[in-house]
């Protein structure tokens, strides 16, 4: 188990369910780190009292500096203030729960530094998974997925990250709001209506995709270098009820699942109490009596294309993937702006991708480019088609 944490995304979902989990298990934070919600992150500082404060917008930053002068807590802002937090010397491990690819640059820098990742950022591995995989097993450090279903994956596996025994990772979807509706039903729906989860409660990027089934392609191109499996070993699910959170199927024809009531909180306790387990007296306990009938879906290709264009970029490989990813984290903001119907999405992150001068082998630079141009690629189109 780790003593020591800094959490990067503290007051998203994820990193206050982390801080929740800390005080329960008696880790220390020694640092937070948010975009600019300065008077949660006030909050959070003055009930923690970690060494360091890290705030990704200036001005907010500036504020909070002022408002936490009476205390110990040295308050950084700034871009580069995020990796400062996630290499603070006594933090022993990083909760990667910021959204979008900004968190890769403090991912790989906290690698180098050894710290274990208890990683619930998908872009850090859908960007640059071959990167980040291999700058790990370099420095010997730990990463534990904090996504509900590459943890199942990981406890199937018995708490490993890979094994020669998968025959196939069997990846579990719960459809999200517009399950069972065509791409044409959904194309005009609100923010408002695409934001209703089922069965999680999350941010807004995620759930925006889940509900075009983009967050099960981005979970898919992480299983792949998580785990070290190819694309065709990958098999998506439907499955509404969200009990069983992922599972793998091994070369004897077993196939072991992982349950749970949907608690973000299991698989964040889990990265950081690693390799034990400790009691979760606060979660819900499943009652197998009253289940309702384990069923699984294929997903419907047609009206979920962001999944298949997912995959592809999957087995493309190279920049096709750090396009694509940042492609939809501009049009799913877009369209919480209300500027591009629900149906947008897909269509501007297929043309974007479309169009993208892909790399094979790209360096970490060039990875950089590709986001940064698909981004531009992305608003310019938008802007252009209102
Ligand atoms: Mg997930």
Not at 103 to 117: Q, V
Request: charged share 25%.
């Amino acid at each position: 188990m780790i003593k020591s944490l800094s959490i990067l995304g503290s007051t998203g979902s994820i990193g206050t369910q982390g801080i929740s989990a800390c005080l329960d298990l008696g880790i220390r934070v020694a640092a937070l780190a948010a975009g600019r919600d300065i008077k949660k992150l006030e909050a959070q500082a003055r009930q923690l009292s970690p060494e360091l404060v890290s705030v990704y917008d200036e001005a907010a930053g500036k504020a909070l500096k002022i408002a936490l002068a009476d205390t110990n807590t040295k308050v950084i802002y700034g871009p580069g203030s995020l990796t400062e937090a996630a290499v603070t010397e006594s933090a022993d491990c990083v909760l990667a729960a910021v959204s979008g690819s900004v968190g890769l640059e403090p991912s790989l820098a906290a690698i180098s530094e050894k710290k274990r990742i208890a990683l619930a950022n998908k872009e850090t591995l859908v960007c640059a998974g071959e990167i980040v995989m291999e700058s790990a097993r370099k420095n010997g450090a730990e990463i534990i997925p904090v996504d509900s279903e590459h943890s199942a994956i990981f406890q199937s596996l018995g708490c490993r990250l890979g094994s020669p025994e998968i025959e196939q990772i069997l990846l579990t979807a719960s459809g999200g709001p517009f399950r069972g509706m065509s791409f044409e039903e959904t194309y005009k729906k609100t923010p408002a209506e695409a934001l209703k989860h089922p069965s999680w409660s999350m941010g807004a990027k995620i759930t925006i995709d889940s509900a075009t089934m983009m967050n099960k392609g981005l979970e898919f191109i992480e299983a792949m270098h998580l785990f070290g499996v190819s694309p065709e070993q990958i098999e998506v699910l439907i499955h509404p009820g969200s009990v069983v959170h992922s599972a793998v199927r091994l070369c004897d024809g077993s196939v072991i699942a992982q349950m749970a009531s949907p608690d973000m909180e299991l698989p964040i306790r889990l990265a950081l109490t690693y390799p034990d387990r400790k009691p979760f007296p606060a979660v819900t306990p499943l009652d197998l009596f009253s289940l309702p009938d384990l069923h699984f879906e294929r997903p419907d290709s047609e009206a979920t294309p962001c999944l298949g264009l997912a995959m592809d970029s999957a087995k493309k490989g190279g920049t096709a993937p750090c396009c694509m990813s940042a492609a939809n984290e501009e049009a799913v903001h877009s369209f919480l702006r209300g500027e591009i119907p629900f149906g947008g999405i897909y269509e501007t992150v297929a043309e974007v991708t479309e169009k993208h001068s892909f790399i094979k082998n790209p360096t970490l630079e060039e990875l950089k480019e590709t986001d940064k141009s698909a981004r531009e690629d992305t608003l310019a189109l938008i802007k252009k088609n209102r």
